[in-house]
C-alpha cells in the first residue's frame, strides 16, 4: 500500500520546496538566549525567539528545577484525575491566577491544549463564536472541535466585531475570541473596546496572552493592565513556553466556574500527561521573579524603543508595534527571504515571512526583542539590517 502514497507524499513534498515553502531546521547546540551557538559552532545573535524576558537560560529557574528534580522525580505518568497532582501544580496555577487577577486556573501540556479544549466543554451548537480573522491556529482548531456557530471578524475591525455581534444575536451564548498581540504585525487588540461591545451585546471575553503576557501593559502583565480591563475579561489562556521561561506548559485562567467546568469536561487536560513537576516548580520561579520586580519587562521595553527608533532613523518600514514583535516590511516576498539569509552570514537570525503566513505583497523580517537584549547586541542587529538593507537595495 505505501508505494503510491509514498509517491503521492514524495511529489507533495517536492511542490512544497518548489514554492519556497519547505521549513528546514536549525541546529542549536547552547541555551536558548540572545548569543546562541551552532552545531557548526558558529555563533550567532538570536532575534526570531518568544523568549522575552529572557528567562529561557535563567539560573533562578534551572535550578528550581534541578531541586524538584532530584525531590520529586521526572514526570508524572498520568493525568490528574486519575493519579494526583503535585502541590507545585496547584500552587503555580494560584500564582498564574494572582498574576492575571483572575479567579482560578487550569495548567496545560501547551497553550496549542488549551485553545484545543476551551470551546468544546463550555459551548454548543446553541452558542456563538465570534473571532479575529489573525486568531493563532490553536484557537481555529479549537473552534473546529465546538460545534458552535462561527462568526468571524477583520483583525481588529470593531465595526465588523459589531456586526457579528449583531448577528449573533439570535445565539444563545456569545464569546468574543481574540489573541492579545498578533504573532504577524506586534499589534494589540483594542481591548476596551471589545468589552464595551461585550457587554452592549452580552457576550463574553476570551484573550490569549500568548505574545502578550509578560510584555504588553504598564508592567507586562498583558492586555487587561494595558486597557484597564480588569474583571471585565472572563477567559485567558497563555503558555510557558515564551516570556514565562520558554520551556513548556499552557493554561487557562478566568472565571471560577468556567475553570471548574473545564477540570471536568476539557479533553486535552483529562486526557493528556500533567506538566513535570520540574516545570511546575520553574514557572513558579518564573512568577516570584516577576513578583519582585519589574527589572526585565522595563529592559524589554527600552530594547524595543531603542531597536526601533534606530531602524526607523535608518531608513526601514517599520509597522507600529506595541509588543516586543517588530516587523520590517519589504513587501516582495523573494526579497524577504533573500534579506532573511544574508542577515543569518552576519550572524543576526531574524524571520522572512511572506504569503501565506502573512497577506500577499506584505512579506517581512520579524524581529522579536528579547530582556536578553544587551545594547552591544542591538547595535550590531541594527548594523546588519542597514549593511545588508543598503546591499539589497531597501534603504539609501
Ligand atoms: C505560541 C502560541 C500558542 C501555542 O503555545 P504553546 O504553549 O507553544 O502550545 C498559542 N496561541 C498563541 C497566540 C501563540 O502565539
New binding site residues.
Partial sequence: MYGKFQEYLASELKAIDEAGLYKRERVICSPQSAEITLADGSKALNFCA?NYLGLADNPRLISAAKEVMDSRGYGMSSVRFICGQQDMHIKLEKAIAEYFHTEDTIL????????GGVFEPLLGPEDAIISDAL?????IDGVRLCKAVRYRYANADMADLERCLQEAQAQRFRIIVT???F?MDGNVAPMDRICDLAEKYDALVMV????SAGVVGPTGHGVAEQFGCYGRIDIH??????AFGGA???FTTGRKEIIDMLRQRSRPYLFSNSIPPMIAAAGLETFRILGESDELHTKLMQNVEYFRDRMIAAGFDIKPTQSAICAVMLYDAPLSQKFAAEIACEGIFVTGFYYPVVPKGQARIRVQLSAAHEREHLDKAIAAFIKVGKSLGVIK
Fill in positions: 518568544n496545560y501540556a501547551s497553550c496549542f491544549d488549551a485553545n486568531n493563532h491556529a490553536s484557537i489573541d492579545g498581540v504573532s490569549d496572552e500568548s505574545h489562556t497563555g503558555t510557558l513556553g515564551k513548556v506548559g499552557g
